[in-house]
């Protein structure tokens, strides 16, 4: 194997990430001699890191929490997106060099296409505003949606929308506005960890917000049947996790990486035996 095939994802916890698995059958189902490891890095030794990534010559690489806003120190370029976003989640080289990209973007914006409806002119309402948050809504601006963010924290929500711009309003869990933000909304996306493993039980909506059966729910949390999900889907809504949005992503790295489409079928397969063969180690 040429060392032109190495690839890997670099956070830290990494244990649980799905990308090596997901990478690996992609490169396998394509026919390519490739590695696709798995780093933990600490904080302190990124920099160091990236640069032992870059000498070895790995053509490409992931980025996931914590280091999505701070890895942009130490590489050479970055898409404008990744830019606007303040967040890399994949590294291509290109001639040694190393540049940044966010494939979080185009990989929420192909999820909502399989669920084949329009947000244009339509309400979008995101929960959280994290890095997720800011992906999600780049790519709903792209779409013409109307956008209300949904945060914990006015500042926090105010600064998000004024970053964006035009069609993006920002409001509490509190009051009668996400009452009414969700009974016209079009689209619900979770971008909050509630719901995750280590909190599966937790709903980041209000117990008296009520869902209507006009909203398509995306929770990002993938892998399992999220309060919001089941909720969801009891009033009749379109449910979507967040495998679809993982596997989007991660084939939009491997075309950065290969120049080539990977068969999203086999990644997708590869997550769910995953997930389950996890699941059944924790109940044995
Ligand atoms: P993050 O930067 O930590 O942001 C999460 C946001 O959720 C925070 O900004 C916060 O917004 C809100 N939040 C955090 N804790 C909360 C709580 N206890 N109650 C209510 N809101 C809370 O994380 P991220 O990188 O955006 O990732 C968020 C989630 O998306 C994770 O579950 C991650 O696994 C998932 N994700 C999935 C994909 C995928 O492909 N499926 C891709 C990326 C991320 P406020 O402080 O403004 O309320």
């Not at 105010?158 to 009668?176: C, E, L, Q």
Request: net charge neutral; with cysteine; hydrophobic share 40%.
């Amino acid at each position: 194997m040429s060392a032109s095939n190495r690839f890997a994802v670099i956070g830290d916890p990494i244990a649980h990430s799905l990308s090596p698995v997901m990478q690996r059958a992609a490169l396998e189902a394509a026919g390519i001699d490739g590695t696709y490891e798995a780093h933990r890095v600490e904080q302190a030794r990124l920099g160091a890191h990236v640069a032992r990534l870059r000498e070895e010559g790995y053509r490409g690489f992931n980025v996931t929490i914590p280091h999505k806003e701070n890895v942009f120190a130490f590489l050479d370029d970055a898409s404008p997106v990744a830019r606007q976003i303040g967040a890399v989640n994949t590294v291509s080289t290109i001639g040694g060099r190393l540049v940044g990209h966010n494939t979080d973007v185009p990989g929420f914006r192909n999820a909502l296409a399989t669920l084949d409806m329009t947000v244009e002119g339509r309400l979008a309402v995101v929960l959280g505003t994290g890095g997720a948050a800011r992906a999600v809504v780049h790519a709903l601006t792209t779409e013409g949606a109307d956008i209300v963010v949904v945060s914990r924290s006015v500042e926090k929500g105010a600064r998000m929308a004024r970053s964006i711009g035009r069609g993006v309003r920002s409001i509490g869990y509190d009051g009668p506005s996400l009452r009414a933000a969700l009974a016209e909304a079009r689209l619900l996306v979770n971008t909050t960890p509630l719901g995750m493993e280590h909190q599966p039980h937790a709903d980041p909506l209000p117990a008296d917000v009520e869902l209507r059966s006009h909203t398509a729910v995306v929770d990002l949390v993938y892998g399992r049947m999220t309060p919001l999900m089941s909720r969801a889907r009891s009033k009749g809504c379109t449910v979507m996790d967040g495998i679809e949005m993982l596997v989007e992503q991660g084939a939009e790295s491997f075309r950065l990486w290969t120049g080539r489409d990977p068969d999203l079928a086999t990644m997708r397969r590869a997550c769910w035996r995953h997930l389950e063969e996890a699941r059944q180690c924790s109940v044995s």
